[in-house]
């Protein structure tokens, strides 16, 4: 990375105060820790509108999701390019990278798995100009370790120098089993990317979860999902227990060891994270078959609002489970 890398790592690289387990940003721009506004660390797309760097439906008029932050670098070289280091966010296990900009979206990038964390989640950092030496999958890491430096590598489209930038995500990985789904379905490309394609990943608002850290209304992963509203809540009729409810026990709310498990109610946040699992048993004799899936609840208002990516669909027959969610059901149960 170069003795520059090295000096913005020793000067910037420091954990913020009160965040759990030392996190730090993932970028050398001190901006967010000083309370200053977004226009101080948010690359807005080519529209120039600075909420089109944050997460959410914020592109294409609200059509098209965005599933990270993008983040501007402080520091360029003499012809123009961004010379950022990037940070993991704490300490973790280098899970996947992508060095071919020309197999992904992402372009160059790399995903950390913070396996100390409860519930365990993932980190991913892309667009970089090229990995840190020594990282390669299963390095250890720690918070503030340089995993690259920032760039605008991509596939399928050109980022230009003014617009360098960190895309930043933070979320978990729905199942273990995603390549049987993936060779299901009819795509002409291979999975170059494991149990780590973008298909296999559902993230949280990575703003929303450091704003909530920053201001004590949430002190880890797990308290800050349960503050976030479940736009719907969705019974799914199995007596399996999916790897995503073993890989993150914390989030079942009743142990369901030799209970007899013939349902789990999932509240879903309104991006389509499963946050929340209760499984229910034969004894409650509840009304379904192996498969079957239920809408319990939902909140409207919020449905209303969300202009892409809803977990429900509404209709003025009823709301209806979404085909990106039921897509994402498929995954987590392994349903054909």
């Keep these: 990375m170069g003795r520059f890398a090295i000096l913005l790592f020793c000067s910037f690289a420091q954990a913020l105060p009160g965040f759990l387990?030392?996190?730090?940003?993932?970028?050398?721009?001190?901006?967010?820790?000083?309370?200053?506004?977004?226009?101080?660390?948010?690359?807005?797309?080519?529209?120039?509108?600075?909420?089109?760097?944050?997460?959410?439906?914020?592109?294409?008029?609200?059509?098209?999701?965005?599933?990270?932050?993008?983040?501007?670098?402080?520091?360029?070289?003499?012809?123009?390019?961004?010379?950022?280091?990037?940070?993991?966010?704490?300490?973790?296990?280098?899970?996947?990278?992508?060095?071919?900009?020309?197999?992904?979206?992402?372009?160059?990038?790399?995903?950390?798995?913070?396996?100390?964390?409860?519930?365990?989640?993932y980190s991913l950092y892309s667009h970089l100009?090229?990995?840190?030496?020594?990282?390669?999958?299963?390095?250890?890491?720690?918070?503030?370790?340089?995993?690259?430096?920032?760039?605008?590598?991509?596939?399928?489209?050109?980022?230009?120098?003014?617009?360098?930038?960190?895309?930043?995500?933070?979320?978990?990985?729905?199942?273990?089993?995603?390549?049987?789904?993936?060779?299901?379905?009819?795509?002409?490309?291979?999975?170059?990317?494991?149990?780590?394609?973008?298909?296999?990943?559902?993230g949280i608002d990575p703003l929303a979860f450091y704003r909530a850290l920053r201001d004590g209304r949430a002190n880890s992963m797990r308290s800050h999902l349960a503050s976030l509203p479940a736009v719907a809540r969705i019974r799914v009729f199995s007596r399996s227990v999916p790897d995503f409810v073993k890989r993150h026990p914390s989030l079942v709310t009743r142990p369901y060891d030799r209970a007899g498990t013939v349902a789990w109610d999932i509240a879903f946040t309104r991006y389509g994270v499963p946050r929340e699992w209760t499984p229910r048993f034969a004894a409650e004799g509840l009304d379904g078959r192996p498969g079957d899936v239920q809408i319990l609840s939902y909140q409207s208002r919020l449905l209303k609002e969300q202009s892409c990516k809803r977990v429900l669909d509404l209709a003025p027959s009823g709301p209806r489970i979404s085909k990106g969610t039921l897509e994402d059901l498929k995954k987590l149960f392994d349903f054909r």
């Design 21 to 121: 387990s030392g996190m730090v940003w993932p970028t050398p721009n001190p901006a967010f820790q000083q309370g200053r506004g977004l226009e101080s660390f948010i690359q807005p797309s080519s529209s120039g509108k600075i909420e089109s760097g944050l997460f959410g439906c914020v592109r294409n008029d609200g059509r098209k999701f965005h599933e990270g932050i993008d983040l501007f670098p402080l520091r360029r070289d003499r012809s123009g390019e961004a010379v950022d280091p990037v940070y993991s966010i704490l300490p973790g296990r280098v899970v996947h990278i992508n060095q071919t900009s020309g197999h992904s979206s992402y372009g160059c990038y790399v995903v950390v798995e913070h396996d100390g964390e409860d519930p365990v989640f």
């Design 129 to 202: 100009a090229g990995i840190a030496g020594g990282v390669r999958p299963g390095t250890r890491v720690e918070s503030g370790t340089v995993l690259g430096r920032m760039g605008r590598s991509a596939g399928g489209y050109t980022i230009p120098k003014s617009r360098a930038h960190l895309h930043f995500e933070v979320g978990f990985r729905l199942s273990d089993r995603f390549q049987e789904w993936y060779d299901r379905q009819p795509f002409k490309e291979p999975n170059r990317h494991g149990l780590w394609n973008g298909m296999n990943l559902a």
